[in-house]
């Protein structure tokens, strides 16, 4: 069943809303997107010129994947950190919230073609999907490769006012994939009232992708033909 999932930090370290490399991109964001994403399609081009599309369109809210999830989990950050003075995150979730409960929902699409697609779909370590969704400080380019998957990543973040992405790809291999990442702040869940680590994924059991494509954009479907990765930023400033 494809649904959002926020694993338990195990009592370890709590996260709060400036702990993450997002953070760091706040400052410039759109500058800072437009570099890294530009960047990461370079480095997979498989035929120049490499075409990049960005799109901002609105869907309405509630076709967002599991979007009561998402307002919970908002409500649930600000409760778990109300008796700290942490200012930063109450604005950020009062305003995903306003956002969240709007008819409409502003969406980026990032698409890039005539690039190898987002490879490593169906396996678990160092590959160039799981470095881009599910690690940190696992990037190894070298050689001509300008950008990374490693702090870089972080910024398409920095532009969602949900701190919010999905991924899709249809990869050199003629495989199908997407995934969505929520990059938030520790809070408490309602099953088991355990803390989570600030981090959630949108896709199947054991956090794996869904593979197929995701279909978000109502103006926007890839041909079999056309190789490439797409992100969604939700909730787009």
């Known amino acids: ?40 399609s370079l480095d997979a081009g498989e035929v120049f010129p490499v075409k990049i599309e960005f799109d901002l369109f609105e869907v309405e809210s509630d076709k967002l994947p599991e979007r009561d999830v998402l307002e919970d989990v908002f409500d649930r950050g ?3 950190w109300k008796s700290v003075k942490a200012v930063g995150t109450k604005e950020h979730f009062e305003n995903a919230k306003i956002k969240i409960n709007s008819k409409m929902c502003p969406v980026l699409r990032i698409s890039d073609f005539n690039t190898c697609g987002l490879t490593g779909s169906r396996g678990e370590i160092n590959t ?46 003629n495989k199908e994939a997407y995934q969505g990442v929520s990059r938030l702040v520790t809070f408490r869940r309602e ?11 949108f896709g199947n059991v054991r956090n794996t992708p869904v593979y197929e494509q995701l279909l978000l954009d109502p103006e926007f479907q890839r041909a079999r033909n056309e190789l490439g990765t797409d992100i969604f930023g939700v909730g787009y400033k």
């Open 1 to 40: 069943m494809t649904n959002w999932r926020f694993p338990s930090n195990d009592y370890g370290e709590n996260k709060g809303i400036n702990d993450t490399g997002v953070a760091m991109f706040r400052g410039t964001p759109l500058k800072s997107l437009a570099r890294e994403i530009c960047q990461n």
């Open 78 to 80: 600000l409760d778990f």
């Open 128 to 173: 160039n999907w799981t470095n881009l969704t599910k690690s940190s400080g696992s990037s190894d380019k070298k050689g001509t490769a300008g950008g990374s998957f490693g702090i870089g990543k972080f910024a398409p973040f920095a532009c969602s006012d949900f701190s919010t992405v999905f991924y899709s790809t249809l990869d050199k291999e």
């Open 191 to 201: 099953e088991d009232n355990q803390n989570t680590q600030g981090i959630g994924y």
